[in-house]
């Protein structure tokens, strides 16, 4: 199938590894320039290197930028003041439960994983209106947002903002072919994951039998029983971002191996 996405440019947030790195590989097969996100000068363009390299057909930029800080994020629109899809994957995630968050670490989850989506959004829908050719806005959200977790209400919270921001900005795009989304990963297979499991069985071996044991003792709901990968959450939110997917508005798009045990 071809996704009639060739030539279009894409930026992706945090995407040096994890999700958002399958994300930006997922769209460079498809032949999308893609803009690699991330803090660090050095990760981001060794990112971009090697994606450079594994696409030779495709633009592969750095934009190696802390978007939780504003004149970071103005630099950012001076370099890229144009794309044509924008994947709010940027956030950040850590244990800890109500008693111990401090009003100051809320804050900083509302800043980072909130206020960067609203501000990148701020200054790109307006763009993609204006064009109207097919412009995407996708969120990253996660199953917390709908089923928030008690060791991260933090991060629930930001993700259900997400959700709604999402579902906010689709109805501005009302009559156009721009189209605003979430798409809602269940626990997925990425390297700080995989940090995780070698800390809650160091004295197992095998990486398939953590990941047994992470299910059924953690993730007793998902049908699947298996963490699901980065590839396939890049897959889905390249097909998201295709023009073929202009059926797709506001919605809130789980892919969570079943996790969540109701209906909608």
Do not use: C
């Not at 750095?62 to 004149?71: N, R, V």
Request: hydrophobic share 40%; glycine share 6%; proline share 5%.
């Amino acid at each position: 199938m071809d996704l009639q996405l060739k030539q279009k440019t894409a930026l992706v947030t945090g995407s040096t590894k994890g999700i958002g790195r399958a994300i930006a590989e997922s769209l460079a097969q498809e032949g999308v320039n893609v803009i690699i996100n991330g803090r660090s000068i050095e990760t981001v363009d060794q990112v971009q290197r090697t994606l450079q390299l594994q696409y030779p057909d495709v633009s592969i930029s750095a934009a190696p930028f802390d978007l939780s800080q504003e004149a970071e994020r103005e630099a950012l629109y001076h370099q890229f003041p144009k794309v044509d899809i924008l994947v709010n994957n940027m956030a950040i995630f850590e244990e800890a439960t109500f008693a111990e968050l401090t009003l100051e670490e809320w804050r900083h989850y509302f800043e980072v994983n909130a206020i960067v989506g609203i501000a990148l959004s701020k200054f790109y829908l307006p763009r993609l209106l204006q064009k109207d050719a097919d412009g995407r806005i996708i969120f990253i959200a996660s199953e917390a947002a709908v089923m928030p977790s008690p060791e991260m209400p933090h991060y629930s919270m930001t993700k259900a903002m997400n959700l709604s921001l999402a579902k906010s900005l689709s109805l501005q795009t009302a009559g156009t072919t721009v189209t605003v989304n979430t798409v809602m990963p269940g626990s997925t297979l990425t390297e700080g994951v995989e940090s995780l499991l070698e800390s809650l069985y160091p004295d197992i071996a095998s990486l398939t039998e953590r990941e047994r044991l992470f299910m059924l003792n953690n993730r007793p709901t998902s049908t699947i029983q298996r963490l699901i990968t980065p590839q396939e959450i890049g897959d889905f939110v390249t097909y998201v971002a295709s023009p073929k997917a202009g059926a797709f508005s506001g919605e809130a798009l789980r892919m969570d191996g079943g996790i969540v045990p109701t209906m909608n």
